[in-house]
T-cell receptor, first 112, second 111 residues
Framework: ETGVTQTPRHLVMGMTNKKSLKCEQH?????MYWYKQSAKKPLELMFV???????ENNSVPSRFSPECPNSSHLFLHLHTLQPEDSALYLC???????????FGQGTRLTVV | RKEVEQDPGPFNVPEGATVAFNCTYS??????FFWYRQDCRKEPKLLMS???SGNEDGRFTAQLNRASQYISLLIRDSKLSDSATYLC????????????FGTGTRLLVSP
C-alpha cells in the first residue's frame, strides 16, 4: 500500500475542459513534487513544493497550475490542454530535499 | 548532453543470468544516487541507494565511480520477477536539489 495517493487514476478530457489532479501523502514528508512521464522520455519534473512554498517551476506551460494548500495535499489544475499533454502524471513526496522520493500510482491523462 | 544517460535496452536474459546496467551523469556536483524500478504502467519505486563505497542488497549490487561519473547496477541470478525498467536517478546538492531521472533500462528475464 502506497503512502502517496493520487486521484483519479485515469482521466480523459477534452481540450476545452478544466480538471484537477489530486495527491495526498500520509508519510509526514515536507516536500511534494509533480512529474510528467511521456512515452519513451525520462520523468520530467514539473513543480516542487517544499514547506508549502513552490520552489521551482521548470518552464511548464501556464495551462498547468499547481496548488499546495498544506504539506499533505497537492493539486494540479488543468485547463485548455493539448493532445501532447497526454501522459502519466506522477506525484511524489520526500522527507526533505536530500532524500529519495516516494511516488503515487499516477494519473494517466488522455487529452482528446 | 543529457544530465543522466542510460542504455534503453531491452536487455533480454535467461533466468539465472547475471546482468549489469550502467548509467552516466553529467553534473559533477551530484551527490546522491539511486536506482529505481518501474513495472509496466506502475509508479517508480526505490530499489536501492548507491553509496560511494558500493553497496549490496541480496542479489543486487550498486557501484559508484565519481571520477568517471557513472553508476552501475548488477543483478545476479536473475528471476522472472526482475523484468522491469530500471531508472538511474541523480540528485545534485547545488542550486535547487532536484532528482533527475534517466530514461530507464528495460530488462526482460525469460524462462
Amino acid at each position: 500500500e502506497t503512502g502517496v495517493t493520487q486521484t483519479p487514476r485515469h482521466l480523459v478530457m477534452g481540450m476545452t475542459n478544466k480538471k484537477s489532479l489530486k495527491c495526498e501523502q500520509h508519510l509526514g514528508h515536507n516536500a511534494m513534487y509533480w512529474y510528467k512521464q511521456s512515452a519513451k522520455k525520462p520523468l520530467e519534473l514539473m513543480f516542487v513544493y517544499s514547506l508549502e512554498e513552490r520552489v521551482e517551476n521548470n518552464s511548464v506551460p501556464s495551462r498547468f497550475s499547481p496548488e499546495c494548500p498544506n504539506s499533505s495535499h497537492l493539486f494540479l489544475h488543468l485547463h485548455t490542454l493539448q493532445p501532447e499533454d497526454s501522459a502519466l502524471y506522477l506525484c511524489a513526496s520526500s522527507q526533505e530535499r536530500q532524500a529519495e522520493a516516494f511516488f503515487g500510482q499516477g494519473t494517466r491523462l488522455t487529452v482528446v | 548532453r543529457k544530465e543522466v544517460e542510460q542504455d534503453p535496452g531491452p536487455f533480454n536474459v535467461p533466468e539465472g543470468a547475471t546482468v549489469a546496467f550502467n548509467c552516466t551523469y553529467s553534473n559533477s556536483a551530484s551527490q546522491s544516487f539511486f536506482w529505481y524500478r518501474q513495472d509496466c504502467r506502475k509508479e517508480p519505486k526505490l530499489l536501492m541507494s548507491v553509496y560511494s563505497s558500493g553497496n549490496e542488497d541480496g542479489r543486487f549490487t550498486a557501484q559508484l565511480n565519481r571520477a568517471s561519473q557513472y553508476i552501475s547496477l548488477l543483478i545476479r541470478d536473475s528471476k522472472l520477477s526482475d523484468s522491469a525498467t530500471y531508472l538511474c536517478v541523480v540528485r545534485s546538492n547545488t542550486g535547487f536539489q532536484k532528482l533527475v531521472f534517466g530514461t530507464g533500462t528495460r530488462l526482460l528475464v525469460s524462462p
